[in-house]
């Protein structure tokens, strides 16, 4: 395996963790209070989501695209 393929797996399984994360936190009350309020996530909720999101993609292109 090449080393922008570990990189890639590596990236892969942080952007799902923080997705993960993200859900959870959307879950909770202080979020679940916010969105009917403002209709928005927290700051927090939507960092999670975005880095995971980027994370995600990226390594899967990495995965796919990389060197081979």
């Excluded at 859900?23 to 880095?51: H, K, N, P, R």
Aim: glycine share 14%; proline share 0%; no cysteine.
């Amino acid at each position: 395996m090449k080393t922008q393929q570990i990189i890639g797996l590596a990236l892969l399984v942080l952007g799902l963790i923080l997705l993960f994360f993200g859900y959870q936190a959307s879950q909770g009350l202080d979020d679940q209070v916010a969105e009917a309020v403002t209709g928005e996530f927290t700051d927090e909720t939507m960092l999670y989501w975005i880095a995971g999101g980027v994370s995600t993609v990226v390594g899967l292109v990495l995965l796919v695209f990389g060197k081979k």
